[in-house]
């Protein structure tokens, strides 16, 4: 009965862990999708003046000068490894030791920015950017039992317009359409019982289209000062795939299904304001983000039988986060800006259910960056930034995965360069 019971409870907790793959890369989410942003910490919302407009604020294109915008960036994104300190007790309550290291993970992400030419009060645009992504894989049990591996990539592409009242009030808007796609990996073992490897092995594979809306405002009291609000809907993220696996101990040798889960990719809200003092331009940055809609996983499979084993909802409870930006452009001469990024930002997990298929916690965000002008229509630069997690010591209870330790390390790095180009 005990090894049965324990079989449940870990094949359980690996369902979970798929399931939530699909909005891991939203809680590492990369606000940062143009050189600018980079540099400046994502502080970069009211001062926006690139064709990266069209994504972060489409209010301000129609203050733009007139004529084609163009630009791309590519980004290197490095995950170190996060460490793990401590145990994880079994259904029976036994501390079992589980001290490892998570797999170090580098990825190439490419953005993609245009603003076109004013049609009266109106301006268009479009961009494509890859607003989250996330790989975690963890080289020991008990930590592969739920995130031997999982992948996720979230590709947006946004189409915008602004509308121009007058030179103090612009408002603008889009649609996102969002792609995402993921695949996941778990191997679990019983340590009470190793003779049963495994007792369980899925692999899971899922994708969807999904869509949502951006609303802008901005207001210019004065040519060296604007305030803007900018809000990004919710999208529901409808991931629709295939699982395979086994599970030998209720007598599923192997399995084939359809599976789906649905799970928000929250709505964010930003106020922000920026002042241009002559040679340098402050802005900051306040942002919202309501984390709050994800209460719950509910992932479904078509066999009733493997329903039946990984099928039931687990609460996630995450909380909406604050995020407070601080960015400064130097303009060092008629070539040369230099940037410089600041933000501290909230985890929305709660101890009682971080696993390790995401051991976020607080991060402080460091940024600089520099922008050359080399001709009248073009201009390059480059962008760096570091994401400091804080360390997290995690006890069960409250946690609910039985977790007690600490996370350690982690965080990113992060590098840019890119151009821009107008005709």
Same mark, same amino acid.
């Given at each position: 009965?005990? +090894? ?18 699909? =909005? ?70 036994? #501390?079992?030791?589980?001290?490892? %290291? ?72 889009? =649609? ?45 009291? %004065? ?9 990004? $809907? ?77 099928? %039931? #909802? ?76 804080? +360390?997290?010591?995690? $006890?069960? #209870? #409250? ?14 790095? =992060? ?9």
């Amino acid at each position: 009965m005990q +090894k049965r019971s324990m079989a449940k409870w870990m094949i359980a907790s690996a369902a979970f862990t798929v399931a939530a793959v699909s =909005l891991q890369a939203s809680a590492y989410k990369l606000p940062e999708q143009s050189v600018r942003s980079m540099a400046l910490s994502a502080a970069y919302v009211a001062g926006t003046v690139g064709a990266d407009t069209n994504y972060y604020n489409p209010a301000n294109m129609g203050w733009m000068d007139d004529g084609h915008w163009v630009e791309g960036a590519l980004t290197l994104i490095h995950l170190p490894s996060i460490e793990f300190t401590g145990t994880v007790d079994s259904v029976a309550g036994i #501390p079992l030791p589980a001290d490892s %290291q998570s797999k170090t993970e580098d990825f190439l992400v490419p953005t993609f920015h245009y603003v076109g030419p004013k049609f009266g009060n109106w301006r268009f645009g479009i961009s494509a950017v890859a607003p989250g992504g996330l790989s975690k894989r963890w080289r020991d049990q008990p930590q592969r039992s739920t995130a031997e591996e999982f992948t996720l990539s979230i590709i947006e592409v946004n189409p915008a317009f602004s509308y121009t009242i007058n030179d103090q009030w612009s408002v603008g808007g889009g =649609l996102r359409v969002v792609y995402t796609d993921g695949t996941v990996r778990a191997y679990g073992v019983d340590p009470a019982f190793p003779s049963l490897d495994p007792m369980y092995a899925q692999n899971m594979e899922g994708d969807s289209f999904d869509f949502g809306y951006n609303l802008a405002l901005s207001y210019r009291p %004065q040519p060296e000062t604007v305030l803007s609000v900018t809000y990004r $809907s919710n999208v529901d993220l409808t991931v629709e795939g295939t699982a395979k696996g086994g599970i030998p101990l209720t007598g599923i040798a192997w399995y084939d299904t359809d599976a789906d889960v649905e799970v928000p990719l929250p709505a964010t809200l930003a106020l922000a304001a920026v002042h241009d003092f002559g040679r340098v331009k402050l802005e900051v940055v306040y942002e919202r983000t309501f984390w709050s809609e994800y209460e719950q996983l509910d992932f479904n499979f078509d066999d009733p039988a493997v329903e039946a084993f990984l099928g %039931q #909802p687990k609460d996630k409870d995450w909380d909406d986060t604050n995020t407070f930006r601080v960015g400064l452009t130097w303009h060092v001469d008629e070539k040369w800006d230099m940037m410089f990024g600041y933000a501290w930002d909230e985890t929305p997990i709660p101890e009682k259910t971080i696993g390790f298929e995401l051991p976020d916690s607080d991060a402080q965000i460091f940024s600089v960056g520099a922008m050359i002008q080399i001709s009248r229509q073009l201009e390059a630069g480059f962008g760096l930034l570091y994401d400091y997690k804080k +360390k997290r010591s995690v $006890s069960s #209870p #409250p946690n609910e995965n039985g977790i007690n330790g600490t996370f350690d390390e982690g965080g990113a790095y =992060l590098a840019t360069v890119g151009v821009g180009y107008r005709f």
